[in-house]
Each structure stands twice: as C-alpha cells, then as structure tokens.
C-alpha cells in the first residue's frame, strides 16, 4: 500500500527557490518509480519530473530541465524535487505520484498512486 502525501510550497519571487517533499505512509514506494506532475487551473496535469525506485535514472520535463532537479530518500521513503530558478509560468498545483512499476516514466497511465498536490505559486 502507497499513501503519499506533499509538503514545501508556497509562494516565492521568480528566481528563487522551493523545495518540494512527498513521503509515504505506506509500505512499498521504495519499489516503484516515482514522479512529480503539476496542474495549472482548468488544465490537465501535466508531467515534470521522474526517477526510477533506485534512483538511478531521471528525466525532465523540457520547460523544466536544468532548474529542477528531483531525487528520493530511502530511508526515509520520501522523494523531493527541488525547484531553483522558478518562474512565474511554473505557478501551479504540484502532485507526487508512485508508478506502478520500478522504471522512472513520463506517462501520467503509469502512474497508480497519488498525492493531494501542495500548491506552488512564483509572482513576478
């Protein structure tokens, strides 16, 4: 059983930096793939960022890559994404997601398990 849960947003200037935490309360988010996806109002969620369960491959989002970088914490069965360089356009609600396999993946259908999202917001 996966229960995930977010903390770390808020609001900040653009070029400053946020970082992102999602823990589980479960038993297995060692053993997928985990993600972050985000969701600006009105729009469908969209990818971000994806690491496989041992942490040996990632992939970006372009409009991210560079300035986020996401890595996980086995110990403490977390995984974070830090967010430096923000922008205005990167204002949006932040989810983590659990895969239902060990492979890091860019398709939100891979994806079983999920968050409540905590909601980043970067003014000008």
């Known amino acids: 059983q996966v229960e995930l849960l977010e903390s770390g947003g808020g609001s900040v200037k653009a070029g400053e930096s946020l970082k992102l935490s999602c823990i589980d309360y479960g038993t297995v988010f060692n053993n997928y793939g985990a993600g972050w996806f985000r969701q600006y109002p009105g729009k469908d969620r969209e990818f971000v960022a994806a690491i496989s369960s041992r942490g040996l491959s990632t992939e970006y989002a372009p409009s991210v890559e560079g300035r986020f970088t996401i890595s996980r914490d086995y110990t403490k069965k977390t995984i974070h994404l830090q967010m430096d360089k923000l922008q205005v356009d990167d204002t949006a609600m932040y989810y983590c997601?659990?895969?239902?396999?060990?492979?890091?993946?860019?398709?939100?259908?891979?994806?079983?398990?999920w968050g409540q999202g905590t909601q980043v917001t970067v003014a000008s």
């Open positions: 997601a659990a895969a239902v396999h060990e492979r890091f993946t860019t398709r939100i259908s891979e994806y079983k398990y």
